[in-house]
């Protein structure tokens, strides 16, 4: 058998596990040893992960825990998930979906552990998957330089009976098949979800056969080796077993196994996010794929029943349940050279849910680790100068928002959250908006067709602020209100939408550079200018209060405490040296009238700035303010 370095350069990229093997174990407490360290030669160079399923009673369990706690390949990180007499559903193959449910490689190998499958044939697999395009590739006895001298005769007698009995019920799908019983196979792990499978004993590879019709399948040869150690797991009971899975397969009506959607999304090259399940507010970012690994990859899937191990770079887990278990909202965070989160299936139906409970948390720690902050305040830009405009959740921010870029010629950068460097730079982040009835109308041209406006009050009214507050009282009640919040939003979703379907022909600015920060507020009618740190402690609060949603809590304490540095102080010092003398005005207003006074604002700022006085502009300002009637401080 070739070695692994005749494998095309650039397999062996340690930024990304290549390939997951998972080896589902009973009672081989003798084998597994020598299998990783056959493993560890065989995929040198490969960055890999062996993940061993044990449905053991002996002292299996233990002998693998002692291997993961000496292995020191860090090239192969070797993990245990030992399932309880009572978690045993599915047999040996539903020991393998479980391993599939944590795997993190690009392709996941399915091997015994008794030695009969050699490890040295494992990057053959590989070889031949990139080789002929397959999804699937079967290591097979049975074809031309294959061999099964590793069987008992009987064995190998009722192994080919069941072959051709599995043929006989699938003819066209098993036509090309030598070994459709073969229990080392190869696959691509985004071809395969592991929701969508049921299998019964240990024949899990004619569950994936018939399930993803759609799977190009491939096959290469390989000697069965003999049992150095355990006994054979097939017996009559197994038998048994195989004929009801068998029947099952054949007569019932087969769901076929979508391929997992996997989306990308590049963030101004700063972060990299992989998603099985759809976010729409990084719609705007979407790529066909990464040049690179991801920063945060997003899975779907049942949480398995014990907390991953933490092998291959990984150093801090959270988990989040609440009561319902895989049927609530849950999710498991491993952080490493990349945020591994695993979201319970039903925030796939959640997209909102998903993006902001999680993704957004973990988004805005990752901006200050790498020295830029997500700052909640929308922006727009008239000519190379950025306006940020920032307040409490709920104040008319959006509304405002909408009404400016509806009668100036201004440019969008955001609405809700701003990305933004320590020298002042900023970055749009165009999400979409969320709207009400009453936001609607502050546009002329918005493009609604009408079952979107006849849906937008029953949306405003579930999404509006007094909604908003009455989950937060449940929140404190210790209620599943993230679960709740869960299926409101599958069942009547937020009325959210890109800004150019609100107003037509609006530009998406790619940047530009900080000119002034204007701070609303409802309470008093009014305007004064806020020292620096004023201001800053009224930016930082108002992110404090976009926030605060459970879980969020959690995963910012869990990120924070993961954190070498102190991530806030972080936050605080570039959101403070990019604010560092720029202007800074409160405008305060019971009629809500921010859209017809902060145009004259703009106006002045720009052109103090582009003179370089910031006293015409407080002087500027000032006349404005006073022509509006407003009585408060312009002085700074």
Not at 213 to 221: D, F, G, R, T, W
Not at 236 to 263: I, M, N, Q, T
Not at 523 to 534: K, M, R, T, V
Request: hydrophobic share 40%; with cysteine; net charge neutral.
């Amino acid at each position: 058998m070739g070695s692994v370095d005749a494998i095309e350069p650039g397999d062996g990229d340690p930024s990304s596990v290549v390939l997951s093997v998972i080896v589902p174990t009973r009672h081989e407490a003798q084998s597994v040893g020598a299998l990783v360290e056959g493993l560890g030669r065989s995929l040198a160079g490969i960055e890999s992960e062996l993940i061993f399923v044990d449905d053991s009673d002996d002292g299996t369990p233990g002998v693998i825990d002692g291997l993961v706690r000496s292995h020191s390949n860090p090239m192969c990180a070797v993990s245990l998930l030992h399932r309880p007499r009572n978690e045993r559903s599915g047999g040996l193959g539903g020991a393998v979906v479980e391993g599939l449910r944590i795997a993190r490689g690009e392709w996941v190998c399915v091997m015994d552990g008794d030695l009969q499958h050699p490890a040295e044939v494992v990057p053959e697999l590989l070889r031949e998957a990139r080789k002929s395009g397959a999804g699937l590739v079967v290591g097979s006895r049975y074809r031309a330089g294959g061999a099964a001298d590793g069987l008992q005769p009987a064995r190998g007698l009722i192994s080919r009976g069941a072959a051709s009995l599995a043929k006989a019920a699938f003819p066209r799908r098993l036509r090309e098949l030598t070994d459709p019983m073969s229990g080392f196979f190869m696959f691509r792990r985004d071809c395969v979800d592991p929701e969508q499978l049921r299998p019964l004993g240990f024949k899990i590879l004619l569950e994936i056969l018939v399930r993803a019709p759609e799977l190009k399948v491939a096959e290469i040869p390989y000697e069965f080796g003999r049992r150095q150690a355990g006994t054979s797991k097939a017996s009559a009971r197994e038998g048994v077993v195989y004929g009801r899975h068998l029947s099952k397969l054949r007569f019932e009506v087969r769901p076929r196994l979508p391929a997992r959607s996997v989306r990308s999304y590049d963030i101004h090259g700063i972060i990299a996010v992989e998603s099985e399940g759809k976010l729409p507010e990084l719609e705007s970012f979407k790529v066909a794929s990464l040049d690179r690994a991801p920063d945060i990859r997003v899975r779907i899937g049942a949480l398995p029943p014990t907390a991953p191990a933490l092998t291959g770079g990984f150093t801090r887990h959270l988990r989040y349940t609440e009561r319902g278990g895989n049927l609530s909202f849950g999710a498991d965070i491993l952080l490493g050279d990349t945020v591994e989160v695993r979201a319970t299936p039903l925030l796939r139906y959640s997209p909102h849910v998903l993006y902001t409970n999680l993704v957004e948390p973990i988004l805005r720690w990752e901006f200050a680790r790498r020295g830029y902050a997500l700052a909640h305040g929308a922006c727009v830009v008239r000519g190379t100068d950025a306006f940020m405009v920032t307040a409490r959740t709920d104040t008319g921010k959006t509304t405002t928002m909408l009404k400016l870029l509806d009668a100036e010629p201004y440019e969008f950068i955001a609405d809700d959250l701003t990305i933004v460097r320590p020298n002042g730079e900023v970055l749009p982040y165009p999400k979409p908006l969320t709207i009400s009835s009453h936001t609607l109308h502050a546009v002329k041209r918005p493009r609604l067709n009408r079952r979107e406006r006849t849906t937008l009050p029953l949306q405003s009214r579930l999404h509006s602020r007094s909604g908003r507050r009455f989950a937060f009282v449940l929140a404190r009640t210790g209620l599943p209100v993230a679960t709740v919040n869960t299926i409101v939003q599958l069942v009547v979703p937020p009325p959210k939408y890109p800004v150019e379907r609100l107003v037509p022909g609006v530009k998406i600015a790619s940047g530009a550079k900080l000119a002034g920060l204007m701070v609303i507020q409802r309470s008093g009618d009014g305007f004064e200018w806020l020292a620096e740190e004023d201001a800053l402690d009224i930016l930082l609060g108002n992110c404090e209060d976009a926030y605060g949603f459970p879980p969020y809590h959690r995963i910012e304490d869990f990120l924070l405490g993961a954190a070498e540095q102190d991530l806030r102080q972080i936050e605080r010092r570039i959101l403070g040296d990019a604010f560092e003398g720029i202007p800074s005005a409160l405008l305060s207003s019971t009629s809500l009238d921010w859209a017809t006074r902060i145009p004259a604002l703009i106006e002045d700022l720009s052109t103090g700035a582009a003179l370089g006085d910031q006293s015409l502009v407080i002087g500027s300002v000032a006349s404005t303010v006073l022509d509006h009637g407003d009585s408060e401080r312009v002085a700074p």
